[in-house]
């Protein structure tokens, strides 16, 4: 709790899966810092005011924080009672890749997939009809051949969207950096340890496991100074019951 006290706050209003990312970045590389709630689902961290430069540092050449993009369903979020033909056919096609994305995310091996659908709006009193075209992202673990599920992959997508021939799905698979494609930076750097006494604490504990050790120490010091005046205060009051008793 002392040791929170003098923390600085780094970045602030990011979602939770984020700032998890960043401080295993910053405790792997041996930076002090807390994980602390915000406002309307979205958390803080605070750090060490000491190393706050070199966090920034470390954390904008990780790729951290993210910029932030709106998606189609959000700038075409429907905001009145008519929605043009255009604003419906394409939170349409939003919602239709976000169900074949979730639906590909449950295949053993994916650890995330994104879809993305064009459905050309032709003309009905065309000859010339341009066909339905999709594209699918997929993230998967290095150790699970998902190329051979490709084309039964390849084939859902093809019956899921209206219009769709198989020739029109293009497939990209790309291997996670790691198992649960959680952080993407890696360091080997190893926190630096120290002994304090017969403890061994790292360099960014150090600060306070000595104020932990301080506040035993005067714990400790008015525990005894209180205990032998109770032991004097008795021994008198024996020697006063003694006396009393010998007269």
């Known amino acids: 709790m002392l040791a929170g006290c003098g923390q600085q706050t780094l970045y602030t209003g990011l979602p939770e899966k984020e ?3 960043m401080v295993a970045i910053l405790l792997v590389n041996d930076i002090s810092c807390t994980k602390v709630a915000g406002a309307e689902n979205t ?3 605070t750090i060490d005011p000491t190393q706050f430069s070199q966090g920034v540092q470390l954390l904008n050449e990780a790729g951290y924080p993210k910029d932030t993009f709106s998606s189609l369903g959000e700038t075409f979020k429907k905001s009145g009672l008519v929605s043009s033909p255009t604003e419906e056919r394409i939170r349409f096609m939003h919602a239709l ?3 074949l994305a979730e639906t590909i995310t449950h295949i053993h091996g994916v650890v995330t997939a994104r879809v993305h659908i064009v459905l050309p709006d032709n003309d009905p009193y065309t000859e010339k009809i341009t066909p ?3 594209s699918i992202f997929i993230s998967y673990l290095p150790q699970i051949n998902l190329e051979d599920c490709a ?3 390849r084939q859902l997508v093809t019956n899921s969207i209206e219009g769709l021939v198989y020739d029109k799905v293009n497939l990209s698979l790309f291997p996670a950096s790691n198992p649960n494609d959680r952080l993407p930076f890696t360091t080997t750097k190893k926190p630096t340890i120290k002994n304090i006494f017969w403890v061994k604490v790292s360099t960014a504990s150090i600060g306070p496991f000595i104020v932990l ?3 035993f120490f005067i714990l400790g010091i ?6 032998y005046f109770f032991l004097q205060k008795k021994s008198g009051k024996v020697t006063e019951a003694a006396e009393q008793t010998s007269e």
């Open 132 to 134: 339905s075209s999709a």
């Open 97 to 99: 890749s976000d169900e």
């Open 151 to 153: 084309r039964e992959i």
């Open 213 to 215: 050790l301080g506040t």
């Open 222 to 227: 008015l525990s005894g100074s209180g205990l």
């Open 43 to 45: 958390w803080n961290i």
């Open 19 to 21: 700032v998890n990312d």
